[in-house]
């Protein structure tokens, strides 16, 4: 011990006398500081040299053109806890990729969460510079100091005695010296104390810089916005199956348009061809079958007015029984074809109606499906969003009510230590003051103006100590109130975050409302197309009357045949009444003429029915084609409209989310 006073003489004559509590008080203050000092030598140049350099390359990735690999720039982080937070960083990373010619390439690095959430003060400054100790050594050195001035006083005052006057005159000398050990130890502490706070505070703002340097730097490296980007490429798909089913529509409709144009003409143009056909072979098998009997009718009148009546018979026979098989083969082999291309022409209108239901219904279940997903996609995000924000506003205030709490004990702890503190030095300096006053009454006359020195330097004393000690209360205070408004900026920053926090959660609920307000609308436009189908069906079944109605035709013709043969019959009667009558005169051939012309008439009367049947297909079908192109364009419309409503809809999500997100940085 006496190697180190001399030591401490050598450096300034008054540590020398050191002694006793101040000595050791001086020493361990000393020793704090030094070991401070030695820490953060060591520890602090390893720390800025390692966030120095990575910084330094994290810029060097700058100048690339692309964004770089999250492998190549952790190659700069080679030192924990860097290596460990940068891995951590490198998980948040989202890549999108591209599918190429051969396989799917990597376009883009996108960043979830800004750096300066993994790379924080406290992991990388705080935690390795010990800063939870050395932001209270200054106050421990500050407690040193008091303790060595009060063990000062206590060791001056306990050999002064104040009777007799020569003990009270030869104990001011070791009183005076208390007193200078009492203010080298606090004033030695004090320094520290200061160097401790002035040091730490300038290498930790320092640090702090490098720290925000290179959190910038990682942010610059990728961009963010990786939902914004999900979003509006879920937009632009969704934009992109609307114009996709409009141009499927419109070719559809074309396409039908044409088909059933083209169907309609072609039934025309055969039915046209089959009348025509028809008209021509009927008129030719009838002069052909007519004009040969009657040849014949002349020469077996010829015959019969010679005596050959039986021939003439026979030959009337075979000639009606021909004519009959004609007339049954004509007509019924025109009608049974007429018939199967009437089928063969529902049939493909069925196929074409049950094809086209098929692709509605397939156009509705891919749309249905889509929006599903879409609405699925969205409502996870919200709630993401929504357990997110909640675990941030639980831990934020968590945070501030420790915060608080630690504070406050250590305030109340502090306010008690100083005021015992506080209390015991003005005991001891009362104890003092009567001591001395009771000195200065008992002292003789011839020993005034040595009591009048001795008050004043007593007076002094106290008053340097009522200062010091007023000087450190308000020090107190003033660093109290500081911390109160610490906690109270804290608290309103974090009740502004939150209100920030819980309007982007508003924004995104009224998103989600009006993109189901947007779902809504598309499900509209496919109830609308629920209908075309309905007014197709009641078309098919307009056709289907067409039908019918040509049907009727037909047995309207059958009973015409009909009528024909009631006619042939009458004619076989007329002519058996001529072989009993034995012969033929010239009312039989008159009879037969007015057959003939009456035959004649019912084939007109065929063709104008077969034509008015013609007419009305061809006005039912054109009416079908105007009532289905209209039906479509006004459906196209609705759909066009519905679709605009339902982008312009998404537009305003996505401009609300955007500001939403603009916020929540914000705050």
């Not at 049954?328 to 074809?337: I, L, P, V």
């Not at 330097?457 to 200062?467: E, F, I, K, S, Y």
Request: proline share 2%; glycine share 8%; aromatic share 6%.
């Amino acid at each position: 011990m006496n190697e180190i006073v001399m030591v401490l003489g050598r450096i300034h004559p008054s540590l020398a006398t050191l002694q006793g509590m101040p000595l050791y008080v001086f020493l361990l203050v000393g020793f704090l500081t030094g070991t401070f000092l030695l820490g953060y030598a060591i520890k602090g140049t390893q720390v800025w040299w390692q966030l120095w350099s990575v910084a330094r390359k994290v810029r060097s990735f700058r100048n690339d053109t692309s964004p770089p690999s999250p492998l190549d720039v952790g190659r700069a982080f080679k030192w924990e806890p860097l290596r460990h937070l940068w891995a951590e960083y490198a998980d948040t990373l989202h890549e999108f990729r591209k599918a190429g010619s051969s396989a799917m390439t990597l376009t883009e690095v996108r960043a979830t969460v800004p750096a300066e959430a993994m790379f924080t003060r406290e992991v990388l400054v705080d935690g390795r510079l010990f800063d939870d100790f050395t932001r209270h050594l200054p106050g421990v050195l500050t407690g040193l100091g008091i303790i060595g001035t009060f063990a000062g006083l206590l060791d001056g005052l306990r050999e002064f005695k104040p009777t007799p006057i020569e003990a009270a005159v030869n104990g001011l000398e070791p009183l005076l010296l208390g007193v200078q050990h009492a203010f080298v130890a606090s004033g030695a502490a004090i320094a520290c104390a200061m160097g401790v706070v002035f040091l730490s505070r300038f290498v930790l703002a320092y640090l702090y810089r490098l720290v925000e340097h290179l959190t910038h730097g990682i942010d610059s490296l990728y961009s963010t916005g990786a939902g914004e980007e999900y979003l509006s490429r879920l937009v632009k798909s969704s934009e992109q199956n609307a114009a996709t089913t409009a141009q499927l529509k419109d070719a559809l409709v074309e396409d039908l348009n044409k088909m059933m144009t083209n169907l309609v003409e072609r039934q025309i143009a055969a039915q046209e061809a089959s009348a025509v056909a028809l008209g021509k072979h009927i008129g030719d098998s009838i002069s052909h079958a007519i004009a040969e009997p009657m040849k014949r009718v002349g020469e077996a009148m010829e015959v019969t007015a010679k005596g050959n009546g039986d021939q003439v018979n026979s030959m009337l026979e075979t000639l009606l029984t021909g004519f009959m098989a004609k007339l049954e083969d004509t007509f019924g082999g025109q009608m049974r074809g007429i018939n199967e291309q009437m089928q063969r022409s529902m049939d493909s209108m069925a196929a074409v109606q049950a094809s086209l239901q098929g692709l509605l219904a397939d156009i509705m279940k891919t749309n249905e499906q889509a929006a599903s997903q879409m609405s699925g996609t969205l409502e996870d995000a919200m709630r993401k969003a929504a357990d997110n924000q909640q675990l941030l506003t639980d831990q934020m205030r968590e945070f501030v009510q420790d915060f608080r709490r630690l504070v406050t004990e250590e305030q109340s702890k502090s306010k008690q230590a100083m005021d015992e503190a506080v209390m015991k030095v003005l005991s001891e300096v009362a104890m003092s003051m009567q001591s001395l006053e009771g000195l200065r009454r008992t002292a003789a006359t011839e020993e005034t103006g040595r009591n009048d020195r001795l008050a004043a330097q007593t007076n002094q004393l106290v008053g340097g100590l009522t200062t010091q000690v007023e000087t450190l209360l308000g020090t107190v205070s003033e660093q109290v109130t500081k911390t109160q408004q610490n906690i109270d900026a804290l608290g309103q920053v974090s009740l502004r975050a939150i209100d920030g926090m819980n309007q982007g959660a508003l924004t995104m609920g009224t998103a989600a409302q009006r993109f189901e307000t947007a779902g809504g609308a598309v499900t509209t436009v496919f109830d609308r197309s629920s209908k075309v189908a309905d007014t197709l069906v009641s078309a098919s079944t307009s056709l289907q009357a067409a039908s019918t109605a040509v049907q009727r035709g037909f047995e309207q013709y059958d009973s015409t045949r009909r009528t024909v043969d009631a006619q042939v019959a009458s004619l076989i009667g007329l002519i058996e009444s001529a072989k009993k009558e034995a012969g033929v005169s010239q009312e039989l051939v008159a009879n037969i003429k007015a057959s003939a012309d009456a035959m004649r008439k019912s084939e007109a009367e065929s063709r104008e029915h077969l034509d008015s049947v013609n007419a009305a297909l061809v006005k039912a079908f054109t009416d079908f084609g105007n009532s289905l192109v209209g039906q479509v364009k006004s459906t196209i419309a609705e759909t066009d409209r519905h679709l605009a409503q339902g982008t312009g809809h998404l537009n305003g999500v996505v401009q609300e989310l955007a500001n939403a997100v603009q916020r929540m940085k914000r705050a």
